[in-house]
């Protein structure tokens, strides 16, 4: 009797451990699931953490430049600030690269703020062989601004590049059509004049040159509408 009680009893024991021993292994590894699940959403909220930073950051202010970054990579994070506002405080948190062309899109930068003399400043650093390189981005970034019909914007930009390329017949073009169309009538026929020196292709844009011309040499012109930009 005894003999059988002690074998139903360390029968028991033997399943009361199984059964305790099966409860710490779920018990441990729940503990794991939870303390890996913690760890992983730490991360998400510290990424996201993160990502919104940068987004906040990014959206208000420009990041300051790199070594080694393109100008047009510059170019493009900083264009919004060109304005006569923003781009004083652009020149303090960030600089273009040490390049031609970061020269020519920093100069293109305070172009289209109104800024010319600050424009002609940077140019004028550069050697006389790059001017014309820099010069010929400013041309590039005013020229959008041109066909836009913004003269009075357009019409100091296309100066500033006539100044260093003289024989740029687009700037020529776009210089004499903006004075004109602002009653600067001296500037717009001297400057249209040279373009159809330069330029003899027989297309919208010389006609547009002639028939302004003309309507500066006559006294007798009232038309003062722009001609239709050729396509």
């Known amino acids: 009797m005894i003999v059988t009680q002690r074998a139903v009893?360390?029968?028991?024991?033997?399943?009361?451990?199984?059964?305790?021993?099966?409860?710490?292994?779920?018990?441990?590894?729940?503990?794991?699931?939870?303390?890996?699940?913690?760890v992983l959403g730490a991360r998400s909220n510290v990424s996201r953490a993160v990502v919104s930073n940068a987004t906040r950051s990014t959206s208000h202010t420009p990041a300051a430049a790199t070594g080694g970054e393109p100008a047009e990579v510059w170019w493009r994070r900083v264009r919004p600030y060109c304005n006569a506002v923003e781009v004083r405080v652009l020149q303090r948190q960030t600089a273009p690269p040490p390049t031609t062309a970061g020269a020519g899109y920093h100069a293109a930068c305070f172009a289209l703020a109104g800024q010319?003399?600050?424009?002609?400043?940077?140019?004028?650093?550069?050697?006389?062989?790059?001017?014309?390189?820099?010069?010929?981005?400013?041309?590039?970034?005013g020229h959008p601004v041109a066909d836009a019909g913004d003269d009075r914007s357009a019409a100091p930009i296309m100066e500033l590049v006539i100044d260093y390329w003289p024989n740029h017949y687009m700037a020529l073009y776009h210089a004499g059509m903006a004075e004109y169309m602002l009653g600067q009538r001296a500037l717009a026929r001297k400057n249209l004049r040279e373009f159809l020196k330069l330029y003899h292709e027989n297309d919208g844009w010389r006609s547009n040159g002639l028939t302004v011309l003309a309507r500066l040499d006559s006294d007798t012109a009232t038309d003062l509408r722009r001609p239709a930009e050729p396509r």
């Open 9 to 38: 009893t360390d029968k028991y024991a033997g399943r009361q451990h199984s059964v305790m021993t099966r409860a710490y292994y779920l018990f441990g590894w729940g503990f794991v699931a939870i303390c890996t699940a913690l």
């Open 116 to 141: 010319i003399d600050e424009a002609r400043k940077i140019i004028d650093q550069l050697s006389p062989n790059e001017r014309y390189r820099a010069v010929g981005i400013v041309f590039d970034v």
